[in-house]
């Protein structure tokens, strides 16, 4: 006898077993045979879905089913989860009324080497496939741990073999690439003792602590009543290098249960070394880029320290509109609205959407769990196609439930996953895998820096909204685990054929990454300081690798000399600032000249001593200039920036300290100007 979970309304998780069959026959067994006789086909039809699907899952209703749980499968009590499979409900009712027309992303299984090829391109180093000597990947390759750059050998290894076997053209032996001799080769890595954010260390320097984490806004500490203990969280060694004992897999919880009460959740506080901290949009898009990279091989040997499969997906690139609101693909929403708004980062209806709700919805008994009007929804969805960009969209007649409406239904619209169809299976496995929520933000934290631009500032708006309805929960009586029980199936949850148990079992799984991307979101959008060292040593490499090549190119060579007879300097690369002839001179060592054009006074010359800080460079000018500042000036945050050298540019933390800054790179220039929003 076999059961079709028809009930779910054609919604599944995705990401969890991409490749697997579409049954496990001996879950659905079990899953069929231990329904209750009063809960016959027939009887079940009385109750509302989600709280069937709910009752199934229940202990009540269904044992435990054959297969070995994870920790984040053991579910919680059915009320618990009522809310996320009544939110399945009212996504699939939406799309049977035709207000959204929802796309099918289908994953095609992976040819043998496919993954590895993919992963290489996606790491930056696409130039060991080619085979060229590029000079990115190269110096990207000359920065990696011990631990990274056993992931990226195994990885291409893998590939290596996998060609061979399908005697396609010859690659490069890995003992080629890494100048190794054995059969086991080992790459040449970089220090893993502790070190601060350029990479050097500096003696008598000690890390200060600095609590980042969401405790000025959310309760993040233990049960009330239990001994306040606070978990540590180190951005100077690579989270794969302070793995140093793998719990054995039979010793984790096999029945652990997710508590829902917020206290459940640890404090967590972040080391803040002299260089300070720095947040995602601090740095240049180039240096993003690298962070990019870097991170997603820093995850793979993370999970491989761990003994856990990173999973994949791969899917075929699904076409959204090119014009609208719905339905269309971020960069090119982004690419519209710029156009009506230069240099914004989130979309210009999601920001709106955002707005209004915090305006008027926060305090809102049961906002997002309490569905709007379906058919005022799909009617304001329509008008607002039409009328958006014209401003003629009257605001006022949305009602708050029916604006909550078309936010969750703008994300779930949007052509490809918010947190993106190749590593939804990741997130899920950092729950499922990984036991201690101290290693699950580790993952979830490299997961963030993999995300694209867009998706990442889309998401940090999405979720600096969600902290603040759950910090007036008083009054809307929505706390932390409802919204992250609301927020998960409008995440995690795209349009396909049908359930089975192993999947729905997820729901706790998706609950708990929103409950900790919620809470610890303040964590998650810091880019570890490790991972800007190693973004400084890929640009010091590149241009040493520069200097080489110009070495050995004769023709540079006479062009170079000519210019210095001609006493001409050379061009100065984009983006870098030009100071005028009469500050073009020698600065003494400990001192910085810094240029802010924005001021009346537009340069000085500032001693370093052990103990200025950015924000004593800041507090000067802004002395210098409290009468005289430009009118364009005023009322915006002016932020000391560090740029060129090797970095490309670097919004610096009020608190770095600007001797230890300047030392990690002295060939910068330091420029005061407004924070990029």
């Not at 050379?570 to 030009?578: F, H, L, N």
Request: proline content about 6%; some cysteine; overall charge positive.
């Amino acid at each position: 006898m076999t059961m079709e979970m028809k009930d779910s309304g054609s919604v599944v998780l995705t990401a969890y077993h991409p490749h697997s069959p579409a049954r496990i026959p001996g879950v659905e067994q079990n899953f069929v045979q231990d329904i209750p006789p009063g809960h016959s086909p027939t009887s079940r039809k009385s109750l509302p879905r989600c709280r069937r699907i709910n009752r199934m899952l229940s202990n009540e209703s269904a044992a435990p089913p054959a297969f070995s749980r994870s920790n984040s499968q053991a579910s919680m009590d059915s009320t618990s989860m009522e809310d996320f499979w009544c939110e399945v409900e009212s996504i699939k009712e939406s799309r049977e009324d035709g207000s959204e027309e929802a796309t099918l992303l289908e994953f095609k299984p992976a040819d043998e080497g496919e993954l590895e090829a993919e992963w290489l391109q996606d790491a930056g180093l696409s130039t060991l496939i080619s085979g060229a000597e590029e000079e990115d990947g190269q110096a990207l390759l000359s920065t990696l741990t011990r631990t990274q750059a056993a992931a990226v050998q195994k990885r291409y290894n893998t590939y290596t073999q996998t060609l061979r076997k399908k005697n396609k053209h010859t690659v490069r032996d890995v003992r080629d690439i890494f100048g190794t001799s054995d059969s086991s080769p080992t790459f040449e890595t970089v220090p893993v003792s502790p070190v601060p954010s350029n990479g050097i260390q500096l003696p008598g320097q000690k890390p200060v602590w600095k609590s980042v984490s969401s405790n000025s806004c959310l309760d993040c500490g233990l049960d009330k009543g239990s001994s306040s203990i606070t978990e540590e969280l180190s951005y100077e060694v690579s989270f794969s290098e302070s793995i140093t004992v793998l719990p054995k897999p039979q010793e984790w919880p096999k029945n652990q249960r997710f508590k829902k009460e917020d206290s459940a959740l640890p404090k967590f506080i972040v080391r803040k070394s002299r260089f300070g901290l720095t947040e995602v949009g601090d740095l240049s898009p180039e240096d993003m880029k690298k962070i990019r990279y870097l991170s997603l091989i820093e995850l793979t040997a993370f999970y491989d320290a761990l003994g856990v499969e990173l999973k994949r997906n791969r899917s075929e690139r699904v076409r959204g509109r090119e014009n609208g609101l719905f339905g269309v693909p971020l960069t090119i929403l982004l690419e519209n609205d710029q156009k009506k708004v230069p240099g914004i980062k989130v979309p210009l209806i999601f920001q709106k959407l955002l707005l209004k709700l915090e305006e008027t919805g926060l305090e809102t008994e049961g906002i997002l769990r309490v569905p709007g009007s379906a058919s005022r929804v799909k009617n304001l969805h329509q008008e607002l196609e039409a009328k958006f960009y014209e401003d003629t969209f009257d605001w006022d007649q949305v009602r708050n439930n029916d604006a909550a409406g078309l936010l969750k239904m703008f994300i779930r619209e949007l052509p490809s996953p918010l947190f993106t169809v190749e590593y939804l299976p990741a997130f899920i496995t950092l729950v499922e895998k990984i036991s201690k929520i101290k290693l699950q933000l580790q993952a979830l934290h490299l997961l963030i820096m993999l995300l694209p631009e867009a998706n990442r500032d889309t998401a940090k708006a999405f979720l600096q909204f969600l902290k603040k309805v759950v910090a007036n929960e008083g009054k809307n009586k929505m706390n932390l685990w409802n919204v992250s029980m609301i927020v998960a199936p409008n995440l995690f949850i795209y349009k396909g054929k049908r359930a089975n148990q192993q999947e729905m079992q997820a729901a706790t799984t998706t609950a708990h990454i929103v409950r900790l991307l919620i809470r610890y979101q303040d964590i998650l959008w810091t880019v570890p300081s490790f991972l800007i060292s190693q973004v400084r040593k890929m640009n010091e490499a590149a241009m040493n690798n520069s200097k080489r090549q110009l070495m050995f190119d004769k023709g540079v060579r006479k062009l170079l000399r000519r210019k210095t007879m001609e006493r001409e300097r050379p061009e100065r690369s984009e983006g870098a600032v030009t100071f005028p002839p009469y500050l073009q001179t020698d600065i003494p060592e400990g001192v910085i000249r810094v240029y802010a054009p924005l001021h009346s006074k537009v340069s000085m010359a500032i001693q370093l001593n052990s103990q200025t800080k950015a924000k004593d460079i800041l507090a000067r000018f802004h002395c210098e200039n409290s009468r005289g500042s430009s009118q364009n000036m005023r009322g915006q945050i002016q932020s000391l920036h560090e740029i060129g050298g090797n970095i490309g540019q670097h919004c610096l933390d009020p608190d770095a300290y600007m001797l230890d800054v300047y030392r990690a790179n002295p060939q910068a220039e330091w420029v005061i100007k407004p924070k990029a929003s």
